[in-house]
């Protein structure tokens, strides 16, 4: 099957929101967080699924989870390291004990900033590979969803990406069903008024709700409708986003949908130096400012990617890869 270069290029698209989402910014009222969340990981984690296969050979398989699993790792204490330096630099400046609680056991079982989709990734294709490799496609985005929906109700949160790894896995098993039926081809049918309409209707209904990162376990009987609301209004969006992108701009865009990875993991250690430097240095952003740092670090990443490769001489096929 030849690979979909637009939903390469959309990958791009959506790891810049990322990447702007995780930037600390004036939003004058805006809610811009608020409405890029609504979407831009349930979409992220769909494309996910959608390059991903249950038959794939075991020697691929562990060849994979090793390369991810090295990667985790290596950010993770980078992170933890990072967090140590930052934050000795701080009571040096305002002349304070060193702050022992950040040196933590917790490094072992809480993922820093964004690399809990790393875990979660390595859930999903464990789970599709070895728990629901003969599941039919109906069963398992039922139990999916179920899962979504129960996971609440466990009184474990960001640890070992417990709530995002099971709230967002519907998202990624549409995007595996959505692949093998060719469900997308069927999107494209859509008028692109209404698809129009209804991304506009449901950004704005996103702007009255709380952000969408499924990072808690429910406290009230609220929350789990909440998470029903949120999780309909981001499949809707999917397919709306999914829609737009058929064209021949997000195609030219797909060289740097390779790269997603590399952004993904790298802007987090900038964005940690960010909240801690931009305030001393009175730098504040603004939504133009903070776009535009956005796509300098996607772009710087992708310069390391490439100059990576070309060091090591391994084609880009050979690093790994999250898709």
Same mark, same amino acid.
């Given at each position: 099957?030849?690979?979909?270069?637009?939903?390469?290029?959309?990958?791009?698209?959506?790891?810049?929101?990322?990447?702007?989402?995780?930037?600390?910014?004036?939003?004058?009222?805006?809610?811009?967080?608020?409405?890029?969340?609504?979407?831009?990981?349930?979409?992220?984690?769909?494309?996910?699924?959608?390059?991903?296969?249950?038959?794939?050979?075991?020697?691929?398989?562990?060849?994979?989870?090793?390369?991810?699993?090295?990667?985790?790792?290596? &950010?993770?204490?980078?992170?933890?390291?990072?967090?140590?330096?930052?934050?000795? &630099?701080?009571?040096?400046?305002?002349?304070?004990?060193?702050?022992?609680?950040?040196?933590?056991?917790?490094?072992?079982?809480?993922?820093?900033?964004?690399?809990?989709?790393?875990?979660?990734?390595?859930?999903?294709?464990?789970?599709?590979?070895?728990?629901?490799?003969?599941?039919?496609?109906?069963?398992?985005?039922?139990?999916?969803?179920?899962?979504?929906?129960?996971?609440?109700?466990?009184?474990?949160?960001?640890?070992?990406?417990?709530?995002?790894?099971?709230?967002?896995?519907?998202?990624?098993?549409?995007?595996?069903?959505?692949?093998?039926?060719?469900?997308?081809?069927?999107?494209?049918?859509?008028?692109?008024?209404?698809?129009?309409?209804?991304?506009?209707?449901?950004?704005?209904?996103?702007?009255?709700?709380?952000?969408?990162?499924?990072?808690?376990?429910?406290?009230?009987?609220?929350?789990?409708?909440?998470?029903?609301?949120?999780?309909?209004?981001?499949?809707?969006?999917?397919?709306?986003?999914?829609?737009?992108?058929?064209?021949?701009?997000?195609?030219?865009?797909?060289?740097?949908?390779?790269?997603?990875?590399?952004?993904?993991?790298?802007?987090?250690?900038?964005?940690?130096?960010?909240?801690?430097?931009?305030?001393?240095?009175?730098?504040?952003?603004?939504?133009?400012?903070?776009?535009?740092?956005?796509?300098?670090?996607?772009?710087?990443?992708?310069?390391? &990617?490439?100059?990576?490769?070309?060091?090591?001489?391994?084609?880009?096929?050979?690093?790994?890869?999250?898709?």
């Amino acid at each position: 099957m030849t690979r979909d270069k637009r939903k390469d290029g959309l990958k791009f698209i959506i790891i810049f929101l990322v990447v702007l989402g995780h930037l600390d910014y004036e939003d004058y009222g805006l809610c811009m967080n608020r409405m890029i969340s609504a979407f831009h990981m349930p979409i992220f984690v769909f494309l996910s699924g959608y390059f991903s296969s249950q038959d794939t050979e075991t020697d691929k398989q562990k060849r994979w989870l090793k390369k991810t699993f090295i990667i985790y790792a290596v &950010a993770q204490l980078a992170h933890f390291l990072l967090s140590i330096l930052l934050e000795y &630099a701080s009571c040096k400046y305002h002349n304070e004990p060193f702050d022992t609680s950040i040196i933590t056991w917790r490094i072992l079982i809480s993922p820093k900033l964004a690399l809990w989709y790393l875990i979660c990734l390595i859930y999903w294709r464990l789970s599709l590979w070895h728990i629901f490799r003969k599941t039919r496609d109906g069963n398992l985005f039922a139990i999916s969803c179920i899962l979504a929906l129960v996971s609440g109700f466990v009184p474990i949160d960001h640890d070992f990406s417990f709530q995002r790894a099971f709230a967002f896995f519907p998202f990624f098993v549409s995007g595996l069903i959505s692949k093998k039926h060719d469900l997308i081809e069927k999107v494209k049918r859509l008028p692109l008024v209404y698809v129009l309409i209804t991304i506009c209707l449901l950004l704005a209904f996103s702007r009255l709700l709380p952000k969408y990162m499924p990072s808690y376990h429910y406290e009230s009987w609220n929350d789990p409708i909440l998470r029903v609301v949120q999780s309909i209004m981001a499949f809707i969006l999917c397919i709306c986003i999914l829609r737009l992108s058929d064209n021949k701009w997000t195609e030219r865009l797909a060289e740097y949908g390779k790269y997603t990875l590399w952004i993904y993991i790298g802007h987090t250690f900038l964005a940690t130096i960010g909240y801690k430097a931009f305030p001393y240095l009175g730098i504040r952003l603004n939504l133009l400012t903070a776009s535009l740092l956005a796509l300098f670090y996607c772009f710087f990443f992708i310069f390391l &990617a490439k100059l990576y490769a070309r060091i090591s001489n391994h084609s880009l096929s050979n690093l790994p890869k999250e898709t």
